[in-house]
């Protein structure tokens, strides 16, 4: 039970760390950064890349009408990655 309860602190603890780092990586989920990620879209060539962050961008719009933020920011982050090719 002291080791279930130890180990349970311990991941309690790694996540706490953690997150706060992913989230400092993450595109905020506004208006303007949509926009931007948006902007940055149009001018993308055809291609696997442009419609991964078309797809994205759209579940992020759905996700800001849905009140999920964090969401939101999480596929912002993803479409601008795709604008980037990586």
């Keep these: 039970m002291r080791n279930?309860?130890?180990g349970a602190a311990?991941?309690?603890?790694?996540v706490t760390a953690i997150v706060?780092?992913?989230?400092?990586?993450?595109?905020?989920?506004s208006g303007p950064n949509l926009t931007k990620?948006?902007?940055?879209?149009?001018?993308?060539?055809?291609g696997p890349n442009k419609f991964t962050?078309?797809?994205?961008?759209?579940?992020a719009q759905d996700a800001m009408l849905s009140g999920k933020m964090g969401a939101c920011g999480m596929h912002l982050t993803k479409a601008?990655?795709?604008?980037?090719?990586?």
Excluded: R
């Excluded at 780092?21 to 905020?28: S, T, V």
């Excluded at 990620?37 to 055809?46: K, L, T, W, Y």
């Excluded at 962050?53 to 579940?59: P, R, Y």
């Design 37 to 46: 990620a948006e902007d940055g879209v149009d001018a993308m060539a055809d």
């Design 53 to 59: 962050a078309q797809k994205e961008i759209a579940m």
């Design 10 to 14: 311990v991941l309690a603890a790694v």
């Design 80 to 86: 601008m990655h795709s604008e980037m090719g990586k």
């Design 20 to 29: 706060p780092a992913q989230a400092a990586k993450m595109m905020g989920c």
């Design 4 to 6: 279930k309860l130890l």
